[in-house]
C-alpha cells in the first residue's frame, strides 16, 4: 500500500472521529440547554457538520465511484430534510406557547402572527408587551 | 499489522464508543424531555447519530452493504418529527408556565 493511500485512511479516520466527536457535543448540549429553540439549535450540530465529517470520513476510506456518490447522496438528503423538520418543530413550539417570550431579544414572528387577524384577543400572551425592555 | 492502520482502528473505535455514548445521551432526553416537541428533536437527532454510527461501521469495515440504509435514514428520518410537530395540539404542554393558555386554532 503506498503512502498516499495509507494517509487517505487515516485522514478519512480522524474525520470519522471529528465527526463523532461533533454528534457528542450536540448531544451534550441538548441535554444541557433549557429551551425547545435552544435545544433545536444544538440539535442541528450532530445533523449538519457531524454527519458531514463521518460521511467525508467514508467517503475517504472506501474511495469508490459508487460509494462517493451514495455518500453524497446521503448528505444530500439530510441536509434537505433537517431543516424542514427544524422548521416544524420550531412554529409549533411558537404556535403553542412552549418558548420563553420575555428572554426573546427580537420577535418578528409576533408581529407577522397577529397583524392580519386584528383580534387582540388572539394574542397567546397579552402581557407580553411590558416584559420587552 | 502496521502501525498506521492500527492508529485507524483506534480512531474508528473511539468514533463508535462517541456515537453510542451520544446515542445513550440522546435517549436519556428523549426519555425525560419536558415536552413532545423535545422528543421529536431528539428523535430527529437520533437518526442522524444512527447514520453517523452506520457510517463508523462501513468506515471500520470498508464495506458498503449498509449505505442503503443509510440513505433511507437520511430521507425518511425527519417524518416522525414533523408529524409529532404538525398534529401537536396545545393541551399536550407539559406544565404550563404561567396557567393554562387559551388558544384557539388559526385556520
Redesign the interface.
Given at each position: 500500500m503506498s503512502v498516499w493511500l495509507q494517509i487517505t485512511d487515516t485522514a478519512g479516520a480522524v474525520l470519522v472521529f471529528l465527526g463523532a466527536a461533533i454528534c457528542l457535543l450536540g448531544v451534550v448540549g441538548m441535554l444541557k440547554l433549557p429551551d425547545v429553540l435552544s435545544r433545536s439549535h444544538a440539535a442541528t450540530k450532530p445533523q449538519t457538520l457531524g454527519l458531514l465529517l463521518v460521511l467525508a470520513g467514508v467517503a475517504l476510506r472506501l474511495r469508490g465511484g459508487m460509494d462517493f456518490a451514495t455518500l453524497a447522496l446521503i448528505g444530500f438528503f439530510q441536509l434537505m430534510t433537517s431543516p424542514v423538520a427544524s422548521h416544524l418543530v420550531a412554529r409549533s413550539a411558537y404556535r403553542t406557547g412552549q418558548i420563553e417570550r420575555g428572554e426573546l431579544l427580537f420577535d418578528d414572528l409576533d408581529a407577522q402572527l397577529t397583524e392580519p387577524g386584528q383580534e387582540a384577543g388572539k394574542r397567546p400572551e397579552p402581557d407580553s408587551g411590558p416584559e420587552r425592555d | 499489522m502496521?502501525v498506521?492502520?492500527t492508529?485507524?482502528r483506534v480512531?474508528?473505535s473511539?468514533?463508535?464508543v462517541?456515537?453510542v455514548?451520544?446515542?445513550a445521551?440522546?435517549l436519556?432526553?428523549i426519555s425525560r424531555g419536558p415536552?413532545m416537541?423535545?422528543r421529536?428533536?431528539?428523535l430527529?437527532?437520533f437518526a442522524?447519530?444512527m447514520?453517523?454510527g452506520l457510517?463508523?461501521k462501513?468506515?471500520f469495515a470498508?464495506d458498503?452493504f449498509y449505505?442503503?440504509i443509510?440513505?433511507v435514514l437520511?430521507?425518511l428520518?425527519?417524518t416522525g418529527?414533523?408529524g409529532?410537530?404538525?398534529f401537536?395540539?396545545?393541551r399536550?404542554?407539559p406544565l404550563s408556565r404561567?396557567g393554562p393558555?387559551r388558544?384557539?386554532e388559526?385556520k
Open positions: - | 502496521s498506521p492502520e492508529v485507524d480512531l474508528i473511539a468514533a463508535v462517541l456515537v455514548v451520544a446515542g445521551l440522546l436519556f432526553r415536552s416537541l423535545d421529536a428533536i431528539g430527529d437527532v442522524a447519530v447514520i453517523a457510517g463508523a462501513s468506515a470498508r458498503s449505505f442503503p443509510m440513505l437520511a430521507f428520518g425527519f418529527s414533523v409529532i410537530a404538525r401537536i395540539a396545545v399536550d404542554k404561567r393558555r388558544k384557539e388559526r
